[in-house]
């Protein structure tokens, strides 16, 4: 089966710009996340989505903003990109809406790697 | 709210010696725990993780991870480690949402 595939995988911006990041959930998976990765940081999280709906959200601005949909395929956007936007971009997939339903983790893509130049 | 302290930023260790990577977490609430590994250029692999039951997690590539919950602590193990786990680390806690909290990562460096 295969995993969470992101894209593109690399990506090059100017500042200012508009950027939207796309994600394909493990077959079967209804629930969605997004994480922010900065050069020598952990994972921040950005966005959950289950069954299309905003089900948590990190503390980001206003200017990401995100969707999924009916086929539970996701995308983040992020507009007019600042310099501190750069960064990996994780898309992660689970069953359901929560730990408590399936037992189930997060399973992670390989990210998309944005520079905002 | 929870919290995540790594307290390594990197870990120097022979090939087929063993490792420990520590982590510690706060919070409030009961908590699900985890480890990821990440290697150069790609996401996050999950390693273990703890939801309840045994406090002795056994994950893939021969590492280990106990739950204490007086210490709050989650240290990751392995008895003898390859070149080819030289990678960050990543323990994580999560109070039952997808909202995981991650902590700053240990590198681990495996040295022939």
């Known amino acids: 089966d295969a995993g969470v595939t992101q894209s593109p995988t690399h990506l090059i911006k100017t500042r200012g710009q508009h950027v939207t990041l796309r994600c394909s959930p493990i077959s079967g998976h209804k629930s969605v996340s997004w994480y922010q990765q900065v050069l020598g940081q952990g994972p921040q999280f950005i966005f959950q989505y289950y069954e299309k709906e905003e089900r948590g959200r990190g503390n980001f601005p206003d200017r990401f903003s995100a969707r999924q949909f009916p086929n539970y395929s996701s995308e983040l956007n992020v507009n007019a990109l600042l310099l501190g936007d750069s960064a990996l971009y994780l898309c992660?997939?689970?069953?359901?809406?929560?730990?408590?339903?399936?037992?189930?983790?997060?399973?992670f893509g390989n990210g998309t790697r944005l520079t905002v130049t | 709210a929870q919290s995540v302290t790594q307290l390594d930023s990197q870990v120097p260790v022979f090939e087929e010696a063993p490792v420990e990577l520590r982590c510690n977490y706060s919070?409030?609430?009961?908590?699900?725990l985890f480890w990821y590994v990440q290697y150069p250029n790609q996401g996050l692999q999950l390693l273990l993780k703890?939801?309840?039951?045994?406090?002795l997690v056994k994950g893939i590539n021969g590492f280990e991870a106990e739950f204490n919950k007086s210490q709050t602590s989650f240290h990751l193990r392995k008895p003898s480690v390859h070149i080819s786990d030289t990678a960050e680390y990543f323990c994580a806690v999560s109070a039952g949402t997808y909202k995981y909290i991650f902590g700053t990562g240990t590198r681990l460096k495996v040295l022939a």
């Open positions: 992660a997939s689970s069953l359901g809406r929560g730990l408590r339903s399936y037992n189930s983790p997060l399973h």
């Open positions: 703890y939801l309840s039951g045994s406090t």
């Open positions: 919070s409030s609430v009961s908590v699900y």
